[in-house]
């Protein structure tokens, strides 16, 4: 876990990492979840708007941005303010994915930074792209 | 689970449901994610931030939205095209939530509606605001 404090986090760093989207989190999030929409769990019903198979919930996608802030940029001492995500392509159980941030502002005053997000599929297709608000509550 | 139609959807249209923060959640998001932030694992790096317990992930909280879209409004048809969510108030566990959509506009060209969400604890305070976009994938 990286330990960044305000201090260390200047424009343009960057950090990324790679997970796949397994059928074991599709379970796991839809008993947090209770979404039990057919989209994410029959393949049949997934097929009939185009799917090669059960599309994962954009807000599991959308999870491993917490892991982004948490653990990769600025880890320890993160807290997410908050979250814009637009989904531009299916992500489907299977998938390799890359989640990458960029910091695209400090403020030094609020004890914030501002980050451009992306996901990507391992064709390099963008799945998902966005922007984070995190602040670091070490300022040293 | 509802199964509006993009037909059936009006401005102004709300749904509503309320879940519970388990402990059960909590590590069920951290398997998935890999976020062993310790301000959510921790109760003691928590508490020097002025936190009672360790704080509920935010992307955990944001998650409850994919139930609201996929289950509640519109249900059966959903298709989450985009999310905007800030965190006004920590949420622990044990919180008891509301989650709540409002739909503020409908546009019927391009298959989509608007939904102004919000999350609020027993108190009744706010705890996430936001917004999303979701397409309906029957149009009839």
């Known amino acids: 876990m990286n ?12 950090e990324s990492f790679d997970v796949t989207v397994t059928d074991k989190m599709m379970e796991a999030f839809r ?23 059960r ?15 948490g653990v990769y940029l600025p880890g320890r001492y993160s807290l ?16 390799e ?4 941030g960029t910091v695209t502002e400090v403020n030094t005053d609020f004890s ?3 980050m451009k997000v ?4 391992a064709e390099g297709e963008k799945v998902l792209r966005g922007k984070m608000q995190v602040g670091v509550t070490d300022m040293a």
Chains 1, 2 share one sequence.
């Open 3 to 14: 330990e960044y404090k305000l201090s260390d986090i200047t424009t343009g760093m960057e």
């Open 31 to 53: 008993e947090i979840t209770g979404d039990t929409n057919p989209l994410h769990t029959d393949p049949k019903f997934a097929a009939e708007s185009g799917n090669k198979d």
């Open 55 to 69: 599309v994962c919930y954009g807000l599991l996608t959308s999870s491993f941005l917490s892991t982004l802030a």
């Open 80 to 95: 997410i303010r908050s979250v814009e995500v637009k989904f531009v392509k299916p992500v489907y159980p299977g998938d």
């Open 97 to 100: 994915l890359t989640i990458k």
């Open 112 to 114: 914030f930074f501002d």
């Open 118 to 121: 992306e996901i990507r599929n």
